[in-house]
């Protein structure tokens, strides 16, 4: 992944890791397999730069301290959530892992932001939007902008859908 290459073949992977394609597959019966004991392995990484004890403060420094948080971690990982948009269709585990992550994500965001909760549901919606890795990778990738332009328009965004009336 950090090599970019999005979709690796077990072939690939064997050789990366050293080992011979049957030494691979007794080890991991499928690819499925290999995604799963991957994401294990690196779930406490990429959960610890999710996590902080400083969610206190005024809503508008909630608000910038949740999306820089968000904003380094999805630079982080981008490659790992990249690979895992590219696979996803092909593997049931990855898809629901995906899914958990997703919505792990907006319960934090709603622990930052208790009043996100309390929101009609379009507008706790364009949070949870404006928030994710795919406005962030917008932002960063397609638009070029640097890390500190997007947290201002991500904050500004959020913090807009919560007074909006």
């Given at each position: ?73 999805f630079d982080e990982l ?7 948009h590219a696979l996803m ?77």
């Amino acid at each position: 992944m950090d090599e970019g290459i999005l979709v690796p073949t077990a072939q690939l992977v064997a050789d990366r890791a050293g080992v011979g394609i049957r030494s691979f597959f007794r080890h991991f019966p499928d690819m499925d397999s290999l995604w799963l004991a991957a994401d294990e392995m690196l779930r406490e990484s990429y959960e610890v730069l999710f996590k902080t004890d400083a969610r206190s403060g005024t809503l508008a420094e909630r608000v910038s301290q949740a999306v820089a948080l968000y904003g380094n971690a999805f630079d982080e990982l981008s490659q790992i959530i990249l690979n895992t948009h590219a696979l996803m269709w092909r593997f049931p585990k990855l898809r629901q892992n995906y899914a958990w992550h997703q919505k792990r994500l907006r319960k934090e965001l709603e622990l930052w932001l208790p009043e996100v909760a309390a929101l009609p549901s379009e507008r706790r919606e364009s949070v949870h939007a404006a928030a994710s890795f795919e406005m962030w990778h917008r932002l960063r990738e397609h638009q070029g902008l640097t890390a500190t332009v997007s947290c201002d328009i991500v904050v500004r965004l959020i913090t807009e859908s919560l007074s909006a009336k």
